[in-house]
């Protein structure tokens, strides 16, 4: 799970139009006769439908690569999981495992060996017999280490996966891999991983198509040249403009695929994309892409949509360098924050307060009590530390990658670390290159950090801090913390794992190099005449059975979501869904630094 | 003049070589490396990515392969859209940034000289300090501030043009108007200051006692000296706008040259770097060659040597 992007994008202060816009909200407007449609019912800019069966969307910042065997990206994966489709896909709503390329798999009794079923008549879009054998091929592709996939670690459930991947063998047939027949698919794996049907939906899993690899080399992904098993089709692309899908005939459930085709923008700056959207020239605005001091005002509309996403924004501390050695200087600087201040004041409730490592979401999983804001306790523990009043502290820095929001919350925290503790702090600010070096080579007092969860499971926010994590980047290290996320990873009974996984946490936060600030939420604009996207925490967004509702006025006024895309229902039925169980499934691993 | 071209291009490659070089030491030297996130990269992804593109390899080794591409204008594929050369990207962006550049100059020129002609002649007068009003605010309003400002006015609240994005005539007008804004008015001022200046001369009181017309002593003796300053502004400003704006490409989305750069910097992606810096030191020393060309041209009295 990437969680920040290779890329601090330039944002442009353009926000004076937007805000003026908004403020202008109600004010009669020449086209959008719907902006303050039927009373109550106000939707921000324009409503009127498309004329055609296409949905128009802001895909986000360009992908850096959409060959799903090495994409690693959020706007990557976006890409991949329009053109392609795995074993399994997801259910809009749900994100459960559904059937998709195999519509039946069995499972042995011992949990190792899953047998997938593929439809009968599968083939590409180009017309060729897609197989099993195509999947085992694509499979090994990903974990061959000269193909350097950022995402080959997804696969090492699978036996031998990590060894062959990591070049200890170079033997493919050890790989639990194969396909005895050209539908059947056998994966053996190496431990029982009740998630496996989720990471079978994942971009990495899709099968790619060996015969346009072979004619095009690297290129095979330009349009043209690119061969797909998913929905949709890539007709054309334009880098830092705009990809163009088209329906794939081919597809199996092509026949309940109701949009004709999908453009989706690569629109980088954020007050452009929500321009774009009032002026009714896209249909849907996804999460990550709304200017931020613009959520309180579109929070009044009711096409904008906000919930829980899971990532958390949290400052790291270097605890190699004193005096943060000294877990009371920790425990300090954590009371000291008010995040409240920071999440509901500061980024006017665009974002929800926070004190826990791992963001909420995880059914069955109970949190440790989270920090609070306590500036009398924090006093005490910067005493008990050695500098009763903040004297002979020395001055500290904050280190942030170069971005407004990053500064803002710096300064505020600067201000109650001040105000509670009396001691000095600097910021320092940095651009991307430098910054990520700094972390990396622990080069920094404070500094700013975010993590974005791979599947839902806490284990995705714990498993990074233990000693010698390559995204620990704090030089912390705790023993009893390390034991505790091995037990957890070998223990079966979810109820224990969790409880195991609450006792890690607990420790995290009691000693641990970390500050958490906020818990991310997902913002997003979708117009009403839009259907089956479906806000969830890790913002992916199956686009199979999303379809335009020109009659959408006449369908709002009882339940507007009530409506679902007939097709998604009888795709659902087919095979036996879903591992029960611990309901992990791999995220769109995103790539935004908030 | 075939000489005097022949040099000048002959020395155009010592001058590229420097700047070639500079720029690869500079970027190597910046923190960090193009395969970075904060999400850690495995190391034998890394170790393999490092390998592909030969960033294992001694850094002379690298600078000796670099030059060598340079020679055969090949600058390799970028290091974050991999499935791209350089020079593909350089070959797709540049004409949007083209065509958004020319039309932007083209109207800078088409409006700001008249301006700047009709403030000297009138100089002191109420008109003259009106367009010099207008000029100095054009200067001064920044075009993040003027891009936006337009995009409420006339997409957002009039619906007559689409406020973003790269598509059909409609969508140039503003990104046009918004990069040009700036060009006209100091063009208007360089106008105005070479005209003052050339109206004073004595071939100008020559051509008055002849007895032309105000009229012909204007446009047709002073202007061709008094838009000197202008031709020579042209040059680097045509390069500059070439080479994309990236507030004006961001503002509106537009798919040019400007976002590459300042993005292709922060991500380190070292070939891109160097192609788009290389390509714009080139540009501009064609650009300023072709400058002094026409000054030949403008003014009988420069002669090339």
Not at chain 1, 68 to 86: H, K, M, N, W, Y
Not at chain 1, 446 to 456: E, H, K, Q
Not at chain 2, 142 to 150: A, E, Q, R
Request: some cysteine; hydrophobic content about 45%; charged content about 20%.
């Amino acid at each position: 799970m990437v969680s920040a992007p290779g890329t601090p994008r330039c944002r442009i202060a353009s926000c004076l139009p937007l805000l003026l816009a908004l403020g202008a909200g109600c004010a009669p407007a020449a086209r959008p006769a719907a902006e303050v449609a039927a009373g109550h019912a106000r939707y921000f800019g324009d409503v009127t439908p498309p004329l055609d069966d296409v949905l128009r969307f802001n895909l986000g910042a360009e992908p850096e690569i959409y060959d799903p065997s090495l994409a690693a990206g959020q706007t990557d994966g976006r890409v991949c999981r329009i053109l392609f489709e795995g074993l399994t896909h997801e259910d809009a709503r749900t994100l459960e495992p559904r059937p998709g390329q195999a519509y039946r798999w069995e499972t042995s009794t011992d949990g190792l060996t899953y047998t997938f079923h593929l439809r009968p008549g599968l083939c590409w879009s180009d017309g060729t017999p897609l197989t099993a054998d195509d999947f085992r091929w694509s499979w090994l592709r990903v974990l061959k280490p000269e193909n350097a996939a950022r995402y080959a670690g997804l696969l090492s459930p699978i036996r031998n996966a990590e060894a062959y991947n990591h070049g200890e063998t170079a033997d493919s047939n050890a790989v639990g891999i194969a396909a005895p027949d050209d539908s059947t698919l056998v994966v053996t794996l190496a431990q029982p991983t009740a998630y496996f049907l989720y990471l079978t939906q994942f971009y990495t899993y899709v099968p790619v198509p060996r015969q346009a690899i072979a004619r095009h080399g690297n290129r095979w992904t330009m349009p043209g040249n690119i061969v797909s098993n998913g929905a949709f089709t890539l007709r054309y692309w334009r880098q830092n403009n705009r990809f163009e899908f088209a329906r794939n005939p081919r597809y199996w459930d092509a026949a309940n695929v109701r949009l004709q085709g999908i453009v989706g923008y690569t629109i980088d700056d954020l007050n452009t994309s929500a321009n774009l959207y009032k002026a009714g020239v896209i249909d849907w605005v996804p999460s990550g892409y709304l200017p931020s001091q613009a959520i309180p005002y579109l929070r009044e509309y009711r096409d904008f949509r906000h919930g829980n996403y899971q990532g958390v924004y949290f400052y790291s501390i270097n605890v190699k360098r004193p005096p943060f050695d000294n877990v009371w200087v920790r425990r300090a600087l954590n009371f000291a924050i008010d995040r409240d201040a920071i999440a509901n004041g500061l980024l006017k409730r665009s974002r929800e307060p926070w004190g826990n490592m791992t963001p909420s979401g995880y059914p069955g999983y109970e949190h440790p009590p989270g920090l609070r804001y306590d500036p009398v306790r924090a006093r005490e523990c910067l005493a008990k530390a050695g500098y009763p009043g903040g004297k002979g502290f020395r001055k500290i820095s904050i280190q942030f990658n170069t971005s407004e929001d990053h500064r803002r919350i710096a300064e505020a925290i600067q201000a109650m670390w001040k105000n509670v503790l009396h001691i000095q702090v600097e910021l320092s600010n940095q651009e991307w290159g430098s910054f990520m070096q700094g972390l990396t080579g622990l080069q920094y007092d404070i500094a700013r950090r975010s993590w974005l969860g791979d599947y839902l499971d806490p284990n995705t926010f714990l498993a990074c801090w233990i000693t010698g994590d390559g995204n620990n980047r704090s030089g912390w290290s705790n023993r009893r913390y390390d034991g505790l996320i091995r037990q957890a990873a070998r223990e079966i009974d979810p109820v224990l794992r969790f409880a195991i996984l609450r006792e890690a946490e607990a420790l995290l936060l009691d000693e641990g190099p970390t500050i958490p600030v906020y818990h991310y939420s997902t913002n997003e604009l979708v117009k009403p005449y839009v259907h089956g996207i479906y806000q969830n925490p890790l913002d992916v967004h199956p686009l199979n059975y999303v379809w335009i509702d020109r009659d959408w006025r006449n369908h709002e006024a009882g339940a507007p979501h009530a409506l679902a895309a007939p097709g998604a229902e009888d795709a659902a039925s087919g095979g036996p869904a879903a591992a029960g169980g611990a309901g992990r499934a791999p995220s769109a691993a995103a790539a935004r630094a908030h | 003049m075939v000489t005097f071209l022949l040099r000048r291009v002959l020395l155009m490659v010592p001058t590229l070589w420097a700047i070639a070089t500079l720029a690869f030491f500079l970027v190597r030297g910046a923190p960090g490396g193009p395969f970075q996130s904060e999400k850690e990269i495995p190391a034998i992804a890394r170790a393999q990515l490092m390998h592909k593109y030969g960033l294992d390899q001694p850094l002379h080794v690298q600078y000796l392969r670099f030059l060598t591409g340079v020679a055969r204008l090949d600058f390799g594929p970028s290091y974050k859209f991999p499935s791209r050369q350089v020079r593909e990207i350089i070959a797709e962006a540049l004409p949007v940034s083209l065509e958004l550049g020319g039309w932007a100059l083209l109207l800078a020129i088409v409006v700001g000289v008249p301006i700047g002609i009709y403030a000297a002649v009138r100089q002191n007068t109420t008109g003259d300090f009106a367009a010099m009003a207008v000029a100095l605010a054009g200067v001064s309003i920044p075009n993040f501030v003027l891009g936006p400002v337009l995009v409420l006015a006339l997409s957002l609240t009039l619906y007559w043009l689409p406020p973003a994005l790269w598509e059909g005539p409609q969508s140039r007008v503003l990104p046009v108007l918004t990069l040009a804004t700036a060009y006209v008015a100091y063009i208007a001022r360089l106008t105005r200051a070479g005209m003052l200046e050339v109206l004073r001369q004595d071939f100008i009181r020559t051509a008055r006692a002849k007895g032309l017309s105000e009229r012909v002593v204007v446009l047709k003796h002073a202007s061709k000296l008094g838009i000197l300053p202008v031709v020579s502004f042209i040059g680097p400003a045509a390069a500059r706008v070439m080479m994309g704006s990236i507030v004006v490409e961001s503002i509106f989305s537009v798919p040019g040259m400007g976002r590459y750069l300042v993005n292709a910097a922060f991500n380190r992606d070292y070939t891109l770097v160097l192609g788009e810096v290389l390509f714009y030191a080139g540009l501009l020393m064609t650009l300023n060659l072709l400058v002094d060309v026409a000054y030949t041209w403008l003014d009988p009295r420069v002669e090339l040597a």
